[in-house]
C-alpha cells in the first residue's frame, strides 16, 4: 500500500506524529516513503518526505529517524526526518523510481518493506560527483608507564591524514530532445557515462569538486615518570616524563574536476543557464603535538625527575587546486554517435 499526501497534510503529520513512541514491531503492516508527488522529483532533488510505519490498527507513525530503523538505498539519502536527496547517478533517460529497502527490529521480532518514489524529471539538472574526502588520522592516546623501568613512554606519534581525491575528467553534452533537456556525462578515465534530463528546465549544476584532505591525528601524550623511593632495604631511581607525540600532518586536498561542455544549437538556452563549480579541496587540519608527562618525584635525597617535551604539532595539509575554466562550446553533433 503506497500513501501520497499533499504538503499541507506532509506537515500535519510532521506536526503531530514522532520517532519517541514505542513501535511494536510485529504490529507493523507496512513502510513507506510519504511525500508528495508535485514537488521536482529528479536526480539531485531535494524532496520533503519521511518515512512512515503503518499500524494494522490504522495509525501511521513517523519513524525517518527511529534509532531501530535501517535504511538501504544507493538512490535516496534520507537528510533529516522530513528530507531527503535522489542521489546516483542515471545510466539511462529513462529511470522511472528510485527505491529503499527499510528493516526495523526489536529483540526477535524483525520486519523488511520496500517502496520507491516515482521520478518526474521536473526542475534544475544538478549533477555531481562526490570526492572522496581523506581519511582522518587517529588521535593517540596516553601511554602510561613503562612497564620495565621508571621513565614515563614517549607518546605516540599521531598518524597522517590522507589526501582527498581528484575531481576527475568529464565530457558533456547537452541538447534538446522535444521538449526534453538531455545531458550526457562521460568519465574519461573509467568510460562510465550518466544520463540526466529535465522536462520543464533549462537550468544546469554541474559540481565536480576535489575532495577534503584529511586531518591529523593527535599526538600521545608523554607517560609520567615513576616516583623515586628511599629505604633502608633499597632505592628506586625517580623516573622521567615521556616526550608527547608529534602530531600527524593534514592531508592535501583533491584537485578540481577537469570539465569539458558541448551544448547543440538546438539547446543555446542551456549554455545560458549552467553553473559550474570545480574548485580544489579544502586541506586538512594539523594535530596537535601530544602533552609532555610529568617527572616523577624524588624521595629524600633525591632530585626531582625531568619533565619530557611536549610534542610538535603537524603542518597543515594544502588546498587542491581548482581545476581548468571550463569553456562552454554550442555546436552541432548527432547525439546518436555519443
Known amino acids: 500500500m503506497k500513501k501520497t499526501v499533499t504538503l499541507f497534510t ?21 513502510i513507506y516513503i510519504d511525500h508528495s508527488p508535485d514537488q521536482p522529483i529528479n536526480y539531485g532533488s531535494s524532496v520533503l518526505g519521511n518515512v512512515v510505519a503503518l499500524m494494522n490498527d490504522g495509525e501511521e507513525i513517523i519513524i525517518t529517524n527511529h534509532r531501530k530503523l535501517e535504511i538501504s538505498s544507493l538512490e535516496i539519502d534520507f537528510i533529516s526526518e522530513n528530507s531527503m536527496m535522489i542521489v546516483g547517478h542515471p545510466t539511462s533517460f529513462n529511470n522511472e523510481v528510485v527505491r529503499a529497502e527499510f528493516t526495523i527490529s526489536d529483540k526477535d521480532e524483525t520486519f523488511t518493506s520496500m517502496d520507491s518514489i516515482v521520478l518526474n524529471y521536473q526542475g534544475t539538472i544538478r549533477i555531481n560527483e562526490t570526492s572522496v574526502d581523506g581519511a582522518d588520522g587517529k588521535d593517540q592516546k596516553k ?17 597522517h591524514g590522507e589526501n582527498g581525491s581528484h575531481g576527475g575528467n568529464y565530457s558533456i553534452h547537452a541538447w534538446k530532445e522535444g521538449s526534453e533537456t538531455r545531458v550526457r556525462v562521460a568519465n574519461n578515465a573509467t568510460g562510465e557515462v550518466w544520463k540526466y534530463k529535465s522536462i520543464n528546465s533549462n537550468n544546469c549544476v554541474i559540481d565536480f569538486p576535489g575532495g577534503d584532505g584529511g586531518d591529523g591525528g593527535d599526538g600521545g601524550d608523554g607517560g609520567d615518570g615513576k616516583d623515586g623511593r628511599v629505604t633502608t632495604e633499597s632505592t628506586k631511581k625517580v623516573g622521567d616524563g615521556g616526550n608527547g607525540g608529534t602530531g600527524g600532518n593534514g592531508g592535501n586536498g583533491g584537485n578540481g574536476g577537469t570539465i569539458s561542455i558541448i551544448v547543440h544549437t538546438n539547446a543555446s538556452a542551456v549554455a545560458g543557464a549552467i553553473s559550474i563549480s570545480n574548485s580544489g579541496g579544502r586541506g586538512g587540519s594539523y594535530g596537535e603535538g601530544g602533552k609532555k608527562g610529568d617527572g616523577g618525584d624524588g624521595d629524600t635525597g633525591q632530585i626531582d625527575g625531568r619533565d619530557g617535551f611536549p610534542g610538535v604539532r603537524g603542518i597543515s595539509g594544502s588546498f587542491g587546486s581548482n581545476g581548468p575554466n571550463v569553456i562552454i562550446r554550442v555546436e552541432e553533433f548527432d547525439p546518436e554517435t555519443l
Do not use: H, M, T, Y
Open 10 to 30: 506532509l506537515f500535519a503529520l510532521v506536526a503531530s506524529c514522532g520517532n519517541s513512541k514505542k513501535i511494536e514491531v510485529a504490529n507493523i503492516q507496512q
Open 143 to 159: 601511554v602510561g608507564n613503562r612497564l620495565i623501568g621508571r621513565d614515563g613512554k614517549d607518546g605516540n606519534n599521531g598518524p
